[in-house]
């Protein structure tokens, strides 16, 4: 199936956000965009609309090929469910042991941690970014058509440093 140019703004956008964040916060952060990630030993695998790996980032031994049998998955996975719903996907996210999925629909951005008992459950707000309001962050996505993606960054840029970035340096 080809990828819906929506999908696609929205999957970017995500991922300048992240980028400029990260950066802000002098965060460790490696993104690996839609790379399969498998478990041959469970005959699971998928792959994400994008991904980053942070806190387990040191736990990787080659970058060049992750290997779930020994290296960790993504400490974070996107879903944009535009043309299709990734809540079917939980189980092969929760068998890979993905932490954190954010899933956003075009409106909403929701934020699913996997617990103990092998489940995702709505969250308010990130493991890797507490401090984040995410309804403030779909409001900036849903601003996509705004045409030139260097002003919308920098929107969003001066947003985080502004109203974001003091409350997690106080």
């Not at 080659?62 to 400490?75: A, E, K």
Request: charged letters at 30%; aromatic letters at 12%; proline letters at 6%.
């Amino acid at each position: 199936m080809t990828p819906l140019p929506i999908r696609e703004r929205y999957k970017v956008l995500i991922g300048r956000m992240i980028d400029m964040m990260t950066l802000d916060l002098q965060m460790r952060a490696v993104g690996l965009g839609s790379a399969t990630f498998q478990r041959e030993d469970l005959e699971k695998g998928l792959e994400p609309d994008q991904c980053y790996y942070f806190n387990s980032a040191e736990k990787v031994a080659d970058w060049s090929r992750i290997d779930l049998s020994v290296d960790p998955p993504p400490d974070l996975a996107i879903e944009i469910d535009i043309a299709s719903d990734s809540r079917r996907r939980l189980g092969i996210y929760a068998a890979l042991g993905v932490p954190e999925i954010w899933r956003f629909d075009g409106e909403r951005l929701d934020v699913l941690r996997l617990h103990g008992r092998g489940d995702y459950q709505t969250a308010s707000n990130s493991e890797y970014f507490p401090f984040l309001p995410m309804e403030e962050v779909a409001r900036f996505l849903r601003q996509y058509a705004l045409g030139d993606d260097t002003a919308w960054a920098a929107s969003f840029q001066d947003w985080f440093r502004e109203t974001v970035l003091p409350r997690f340096n106080s």
